[in-house]
C-alpha cells in the first residue's frame, strides 16, 4: 500500500492528509459481485469535479469512479467549460467547490444551469454553509461541507440524482434559492 502526504493548503500549515491509492483501487475489485454490478449502473451517469485542490479533486473523482459514475474534473470553472463544450458526455450532476481562482462554483454553476450543460449540482466547501447562504446564488443545489468521508460523497451524490426533475421544481421553485445537506 502507498501513502502519500499532502499539505492541505497554506491557511492549514501543519495540517497532513494520508491518501491510501492502493487500497481505493482494491475496495472495488474486492467488493462483492453483486455489489459491484449494482455500482455499474451508474457508469451511464456523468459527474463533473470541479476543484482548485488536486488533493480533493482527485479523490472524488477516485471515489466516484470506484462507486461506478463516469467522473471528468477540472481545476478550475475555465477548465469545465472547456471540458463541457467538448461534448465528451452529457454532465448529471456538477460536484463544484464554491472558493476557487478565475471563476468561482457560483459563477460556475449559473453557467451551467443557463447553458443546460447541467441540472443537478452539489456545491462543497470547507468554509461551511454560511459560504454558501452568503453567496446568493439563485439556483437550487445542495451543499456538502469539507472535510467529507468518502461515503458521505457518494451519498450526497446518489440522493442528489434520486431527485427527479419535477420533484426539483416543486420543492425547489425556479427562482428560488434552497439549501439541501
Not at 488533493?55 to 475555465?78: H, M, P, Q, W
Not at 463544450?85 to 453557467?111: E, Q, T
Amino acid at each position: 500500500m502507498r501513502t502519500q502526504h499532502f499539505s492541505a493548503s497554506p491557511w492549514a500549515k501543519g495540517l497532513v492528509l494520508g491518501v491510501y491509492w492502493r487500497r481505493l483501487a482494491m475496495a472495488e475489485t474486492t467488493m462483492p459481485l453483486s455489489r459491484r454490478q449494482s455500482a455499474g449502473v451508474h457508469k451511464l451517469q456523468t459527474i463533473l469535479v470541479v476543484d482548485d485542490d488536486t488533493v480533493i479533486r482527485k479523490l472524488c473523482t477516485a471515489v466516484l469512479n470506484g462507486a461506478g459514475y463516469n467522473v471528468f474534473s477540472a481545476e478550475d470553472g475555465l477548465k469545465a467549460i472547456e471540458i463541457c463544450l467538448a461534448g465528451r458526455s452529457p454532465v448529471d450532476l456538477a460536484l463544484l467547490d464554491i472558493k476557487m481562482p478565475k471563476m468561482s462554483g457560483l459563477r460556475l454553476l449559473d453557467c451551467l444551469a443557463s447553458s443546460r450543460t447541467a441540472t443537478r449540482f452539489i456545491l462543497m466547501s470547507g468554509y461551511g454553509e454560511d459560504a454558501f447562504a452568503n453567496a446568493g446564488s439563485n439556483r437550487s443545489c445542495s451543499f456538502l461541507r469539507k472535510p467529507f468521508t468518502p461515503g458521505a460523497l457518494v451519498e450526497a451524490v446518489r440522493r442528489e440524482l434520486s431527485i427527479s426533475a419535477p420533484q426539483m421544481n416543486a420543492t425547489h421553485g425556479e427562482a428560488e434559492t434552497t439549501l439541501r445537506a
